[in-house]
């Protein structure tokens, strides 16, 4: 069994050429979309070379055949991102989640996808231990999403809990404590006191 999956992985590299080659000067989008479902069924496989160069070619399709910037493009970016973080190529990861923001700020009644884009990009920045970056992506994807659904929405409120998270890194407590004590304000009104919520945001505070 063990020596029939080699072969199988053995054999994906031509696969992939094969593929690519098929659809080579095609830009439709329904071949782009063929092309990361391959893209993601690598990734989910954990082939992540693999991966990526399907992912940049279906990125590629999309953009001839959608346009620079346009909307339907964004899954292809996301997609991306993941692979790069995966692959530890910081940098390029970082330029398509810039790249991602662009995308849904330039697109009307996108907003809150960009609030959670830049969430998204806060959280890769916290991962590595960027604070002040994450920090200005949360507070402008909070503002976002505050306004959008008010204050004891749960996104709001996990927004918070993140933000809470880097005052704590970097040893700002009482910075930390307001924040957390808002959250908590939220999730009491949202879930109720003895929530499970409730109650991991108060061993926070502690």
């Known amino acids: 069994e063990e020596e029939k999956n080699n072969k199988t992985k ?4 031509g696969m992939l050429q094969q593929v690519i080659s098929t659809f ?4 439709s989008s329904p071949i782009s979309r063929s092309l990361l479902y391959l893209a993601k069924t690598y990734f989910a496989e954990e082939n992540y070379e693999d991966a990526l160069e399907l992912a940049k070619h279906a990125f590629e399709k999309e953009e001839k055949a959608s346009g620079k910037h346009n909307i339907d493009t964004a899954i292809f970016i996301e997609t991306l991102c993941s692979i790069f973080i995966k692959l530890g190529k910081y940098s390029d990861a970082e330029n398509h989640f810039k790249l991602l923001v662009e995308v849904y700020e330039k697109t009307p009644g996108k907003h809150l996808d960009a609030a959670s884009a830049k969430e998204s ?11 002040s970056q994450a920090e200005t ?3 402008q994807a909070l503002v976002i999403k505050e306004h959008a659904y008010g204050p004891d929405d749960s996104e709001v409120i996990s927004i918070k809990h993140k933000i809470s998270d880097i005052y704590l890194s970097q040893g700002r407590y009482t910075d930390a404590e307001s924040i957390l004590k808002q959250a908590i304000e939220g999730i009491e009104k949202t879930f109720g006191d003895d929530s499970v919520e409730t109650v991991a945001l108060l061993k926070s505070l502690a």
């Open 10 to 13: 053995a054999h994906k590299p």
């Open 24 to 27: 080579e000067g095609s830009s």
């Open 137 to 139: 992506l949360y507070k």
């Open 121 to 131: 990009f806060g959280d890769f920045y916290k991962l590595q231990c960027l604070f």
